[in-house]
């Protein structure tokens, strides 16, 4: 069972940063994909950033350039730095954790929510 930790949410005014972070019970190198997901009411819930266990990372084409995807191998961590933040960055963000060859694929955080005020 993995389980993973999500910290680092909250209210910040238009313009400002907030990094989110999140822990993990096992060896994040063990995960083959990392990734920050964000879900706002009525809405599915999209990828913001994934980063693989070799390094390879993605963003999606609404953060690029403000976003950055990390991530610590001795402290099983990994972070959403997010700067310049919009009020449509508002979402409960989630953490997941992705193996490709496992009985179960995914597991996923408890949410933290991101409020961005205009």
């Known amino acids: 069972q993995v389980q993973l930790v999500e910290s680092g949410g909250g209210l910040v005014q238009a313009g400002g940063s907030l990094r989110l972070s999140c822990g993990t019970s096992?060896?994040?190198?063990?995960?083959?994909?990392m990734g920050w997901y964000r879900q706002t009411p009525g809405k599915q819930r999209e990828l913001v950033a994934q980063?693989?266990?070799?390094?390879?990372?993605n963003y999606a084409d609404s953060v690029k350039g403000r976003f950055t995807i990390s991530r610590d191998n001795v402290k099983n961590t990994m972070y959403l730095q997010m700067n310049s933040l919009k009020p449509e960055d508002t979402a409960v963000y989630y953490c997941?954790?992705?193996?490709?060859?496992?009985?179960?694929?995914?597991?996923w955080g408890q949410g933290t929510q991101v409020t961005v005020s205009s």
């Open positions: 997941n954790a992705h193996f490709r060859f496992a009985s179960r694929s995914d597991y």
């Open positions: 096992v060896s994040i190198l063990s995960i083959n994909v």
């Open positions: 980063i693989t266990s070799v390094g390879v990372i």
